[in-house]
């Protein structure tokens, strides 16, 4: 039951800092194509993997761990809605035969 709180917690976080982005940037990611989330993405990676595995530190006084991470479950979130409400899109144009 502890993990699941964690998680949980964990999860709320990523919520609330999402709210918070998104009282200042608005949905401006959903104008973003795929590969530039995708190219988000990999920097959040790279940076994770420098301050985990190379530096083997918590922070470096610019990025931290968790900073990174919510960072990288937002952009991994933000393409997999993009794609989502692509495929809606595609299907309802295939429903209606729009071309």
């Keep these: 039951m502890e993990e699941k709180d964690s998680y949980q917690k964990a999860l709320d976080a990523v919520i609330e800092i999402r709210q918070d982005r998104k009282k200042l940037y608005g949905d401006t990611w959903k104008k973003d ?16 993997k420098n301050l985990i ?7 470096n006084g610019y990025d931290s761990i968790i900073d990174s991470s919510i ?3 937002n952009y991994t979130l933000f393409l997999l809605a993009n794609k989502l409400e692509r495929k809606k899109d595609h299907q309802l144009e295939k429903k209606c035969d729009i071309k």
């Design 33 to 48: 194509e795929d590969w530039m989330l995708m190219a988000q993405i990999h920097s959040k990676t790279t940076r994770l």
């Design 53 to 59: 595995i190379d530096r083997n530190m918590d922070s």
């Design 71 to 73: 960072d990288l479950i």
